[in-house]
């Protein structure tokens, strides 16, 4: 059976955002993110704390978390990589920091600049302080079903990195299709394999829909019995260090879809369109969801 309730985790200020060529005014973000908190959205990744040479869309973050109006309710989250990122988050009072790192060498290397040896102090240290500080984390884990460098990544490697960050004490673990490749049969396999080394009490799916396969493979991973999945509303999104790595999974779509088959999300689905079509008035381009593409056309 299906579950009846799903947990939406709106990435769309970071995910879809830090690929975006078109700058946004930090008021219009503000403006937005206020838009996403009246949905009905339990969680709101609002931006990271990297580099901005390397991500500078989201060079504001700490104007963006304190302009925001906080709902109780929301959890308001942040990327960050390093204990830089950490230290620059904590001075926001975000609630929760998200950790990431790839299971393949090669994506690691251009998305942080480390190995994947190098990095686990790195997190270990994040993870360690931001509880110390009372911060859940969410630790994600990128190209779990192929690399754009490498190809095919191996499910043992997969579950190996999975299993040193929840170790380390995450408390959420997202795992990324980054650049979109999965298809059905394969989400099946693989979280079949993972289930028998893994709780899925504390996993989450993170789909891109590049090549339109997002929401057959949430279906499958509903089907595992997973209940938290990210999306990003119009299906804005993507990784700047993955080639050809595109929008993720629409938030309006997967609302959509879970509504018509009678599993609650808690989202307004019209006030959730309202936030997209602000979004991309301001991105000056139509965005790719299908409840986008309807809309557009009315
Ligand atoms: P680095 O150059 O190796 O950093 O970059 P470093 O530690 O050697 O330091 C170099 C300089 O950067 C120093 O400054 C540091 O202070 C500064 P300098 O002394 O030269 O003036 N620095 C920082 N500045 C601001 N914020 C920081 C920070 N850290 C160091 N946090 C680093 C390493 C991780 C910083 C860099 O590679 C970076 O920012 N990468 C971010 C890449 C990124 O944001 N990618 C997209 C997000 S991941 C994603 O989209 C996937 C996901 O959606 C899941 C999926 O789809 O699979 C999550
Ligand atoms: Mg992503």
């Known amino acids: ?68 109006k906080r709902h109780p309710g929301i959890t308001y989250a942040a990327l960050v990589p390093n204990q830089k990122g950490l230290e620059a988050a ?49 630790g994600y884990l990128s190209t779990v079903f192929g690399c754009p460098y490498e190809g095919a990544v191996p499910i043992q490697q997969v579950i190996e990195v999975s299993i040193r960050l929840l170790d380390m004490g995450v408390d959420e673990l997202s795992l ?15 979280l079949t394999e993972i289930r028998k080394q893994l709780s ?23 089907e595992h019995g997973i209940t938290t999945f990210d999306a990003s509303v119009g299906g804005l999104g993507g990784c ?10 629409a938030t309006d779509d997967l609302v959509h879809m879970l509504h018509e088959m009678g599993i609650e999300t808690g989202i307004n689905a019209e006030q959730l369109t309202q936030s997209a079509l602000y979004i991309q008035s301001k991105l000056g381009k139509s965005l790719p969801s299908h409840q986008m593409q309807v809309c557009n056309k009315e």
């Open 1 to 68: 059976a299906l579950p009846k309730h799903v947990t939406i985790k709106e990435v769309g200020p970071r995910d879809g955002l830090q690929n975006e060529k078109v700058e946004i005014d930090t008021a219009d973000k503000v403006a937005w993110i206020n838009q996403l908190s009246e949905t009905g959205l339990s969680y709101i990744e609002f931006s990271s704390f990297v580099h901005p040479k390397w991500i500078p869309q989201l060079k504001d973050a700490k104007q963006v978390a304190s302009s925001i």
């Open 90 to 138: 904590l001075e926001t009072d975000v609630d929760e920091v998200s950790i990431f790192m790839s299971a393949s060498e090669t994506h690691n290397k251009k998305n942080i600049n480390k190995s994947i040896e190098e990095t686990y102090p790195i997190l270990t240290q994040v993870v360690e302080e931001a509880k110390q500080e009372g911060k859940t984390v969410r």
């Open 176 to 190: 990324g299709d980054t650049i979109g490749v999965a298809n059905p049969l394969q989400v099946d396999r693989t």
């Open 200 to 222: 899925f009490d504390q996993i989450a799916m993170h789909f891109h829909n590049t090549r339109g396969m997002a929401l057959a493979n949430v279906l499958v991973s509903l």
């Open 240 to 249: 700047p260090y993955a080639k050809g790595a595109s929008g993720n999974l």
